[in-house]
C-alpha cells in the first residue's frame, strides 16, 4: 500500500518533529546512559533513582541491557557514531559472556553487581528483548555473533516456551526450563501462563530478526503472532486483553492504554516486514481500531493516562506511555493520512517537552502523577527505566521522516 500524500504544512510540522527529538536523543537521552550508567571495570550500572543518587549495588537486569543494545545499535545504524557502537558491543558482550546459559540456553533474568548470575529464571519476555537487540545489532552492523546468539535463542524460546497444542507462547521457566510457579513478569502483573506483554515483544523480536534472518520457521510464528493478536488477543471493544490461562481465556478487566497504541504500530510493523499484501489489507482496520481504543485515555493537552482496571482508572502518565503515543499517532498520519494523527503526536510531544524531559539531569522522569507531581520515587534508569522506549520514538520518527 502506498502511503498517502501530505499536505506541505504536514511535512513541514513532521520534519520540525524530527529536528527536535534528533536533538532530545543525541544531546539528553543517549549522553545520560553514556555518562552515568557505565562501569569502570567495563559493565554497567543497574540503578539511578529517581533523586539521580546511583545505586552501584543494584542487580543489573537482562531487559535493560538488551534494551540499551537495542537502542545503540539502531542509533549506530541511524547516525553512524562510533561512541553509539561502543555502547551496543559492550552491552552484546555482558549479554554474551554473562546473561546467556552456556549449559541451557536462554538468558538470566539478572545479574549481581559483580556480574554473576543472580535470578537464573528464564523469562520470555526477557529472552525476546534479548534477541530483539542482538538482531537489531546485525543489522546495523552485520555482526555475525549477534546474530548466531539470536539464533540460539529463536531457537530456545521454539523449543522450551511455544504451546504446539494451544498456540503461543508460556511466561516462564526454571533454569532447567521446567516449569515456575510464579510466572509473573513484575509484581503489577497476574500470575497466568499466557500475557499479551510478553507476545507483543516476541512479535517484536521475531520482525526484527526477520529483517536479517529470512528463515521459514520464523515467517511461520511471524505469522502466527498476527493472527493471535487478531483472534485471541483483540477484544470486541478493539482494547488488547492482558492476562490469559493455557486455553486463551481471560477473565480480568484490564485496558492498557499505553499497550494498545504501542501494538497498533507494532503489528503494523510486522505485517510491513512480512510483506504480504493479504495481511497488510487487514491492518487497514485493525491498526485504526486499536489506536481508536487507546484514544479513549488521550488528551491533546494531558498526553495518555496508564490504565483502567475494573472501575478504577490510573491517570499518572508514564515517560514510556507518552513516548509509544506519539509513534503510534505518527504511524496513522505515516501510513493511513490522518491529519488527527499528525496533531496527535504533535502535541503529545509537546506534553512530553513541558513535563515528561528532566531538563536539569537528563533521560526523562518516571512518570507524571495525577496531581500534576513529577513521580521521584521511581527510577530514573534501572531494570524497567531504559533508553529504549524514548529513544525509540526518536528514532522511529527520524528514520520516516527521512524517507519522505
Known amino acids: 500500500m502506498e502511503k498517502p500524500q501530505k499536505t506541505p504544512a504536514e511535512l513541514f510540522a513532521a520534519q520540525a518533529l524530527a529536528s527536535q527529538v534528533k536533538k532530545e536523543l543525541t544531546e539528553n537521552i543517549l549522553p545520560y546512559w553514556m555518562e552515568k550508567m557505565i562501569r569502570p571495570d567495563g ?40 561512541e553509539y557502537l561502543d555502547m551496543a558491543l559492550r552491552a552484546k558482550e555482558l549479554i554474551i559472556n554473562n546473561f546467556y546459559d552456556s549449559e541451557f540456553g536462554g538468558t538470566y533474568w539478572s545479574l549481581a553487581s559483580d556480574g554473576n548470575p543472580s535470578d537464573t529464571k528464564k523469562q520470555i519476555y526477557a529472552i525476546a528483548f534479548t534477541i530483539y537487540g542482538l538482531a537489531e545489532l ?29 498456540d503461543g507462547y508460556f511466561e516462564a521457566f526454571t533454569k532447567q526450563w521446567e516449569p515456575i510457579e510464579d510466572m509473573r513478569l513484575s509484581d503489577k502483573d497476574a500470575n497466568e501462563s499466557k500475557t499479551m506483554n510478553t507476545h507483543l515483544h516476541v512479535l517484536e523480536a521475531y520482525t526484527c530478526l526477520y529483517r536479517v534472518w529470512n528463515n521459514s520457521l520464523l515467517e ?58 493479504v495481511v497488510l489489507a487487514r ?25 483502567r482496571v475494573g472501575e478504577e482508572t490510573d491517570r499518572d502518565r508514564h515517560w514510556w506511555v507518552q513516548a509509544e503515543t506519539v509513534v503510534g499517532y505518527f504511524n496513522l498520519w505515516d501510513h493511513f493520512g490522518s491529519q488527527e494523527g499528525l496533531e496527535n503526536a504533535l502535541m503529545c510531544w509537546e506534553f512530553i517537552k513541558a513535563h515528561i524531559i528532566d531538563k536539569e539531569n ?12 513529577v513521580n521521584r520515587d521511581d527510577d530514573k534508569a534501572g531494570f524497567w527505566k531504559c533508553p529504549y522506549h524514548n529513544g525509540r520514538m526518536c528514532m522511529e520518527i527520524i528514520e520516516r521522516t527521512a524517507k519522505r
Open 362 to 373: 537528563g533521560e526523562w522522569f518516571w512518570s507524571l502523577r495525577a496531581d500534576g507531581s
Open 138 to 166: 546485525n543489522r546495523a552492523t552485520g555482526d555475525g555473533q549477534a546474530l548466531e546468539y539470536a539464533i540460539k535463542l529463536f531457537n530456545s524460546i521454539e523449543e522450551h516456551s511455544f504451546d504446539t497444542a494451544k
Open 220 to 277: 511461520q510464528r511471524l505469522r502466527g503472532l498476527i493472527a493471535i493478536f487478531e483472534e485471541k488477543i483483540l477484544g470486541s471493544d478493539g482494547h488488547l486483553k492482558l492476562f490469559f490461562d493455557d486455553d486463551w481465556n481471560c477473565n480480568y478487566d484490564i485496558f492498557s492504554y499505553g499497550h494498545d497504541i504501542e501494538a497498533s504500530w507494532l503489528i503494523h510493523e510486522a505485517a510491513l516486514v512480512l510483506g504480504d499484501p
Open 283 to 307: 491492518m487497514d482496520t485493525l491498526v485504526t481500531r486499536i489506536a481508536g481504543a487507546a484514544s479513549e485515555g488521550f488528551s491533546q493537552k494531558d498526553g495518555m493516562i496508564y490504565e
Open 43 to 82: 559493565g554497567v550500572y543497574g540503578r539511578i533513582d529517581g533523586n539521580e543518587h546511583l545505586d552501584q549495588s543494584a542487580p543489573v537486569g537482562n531487559i535493560m541491557v538488551a534494551r540499551m543494545l537495542w537502542t545503540f545499535a539502531s542509533a549506530y545504524r541511524l547516525l553512524g557514531r562510533q
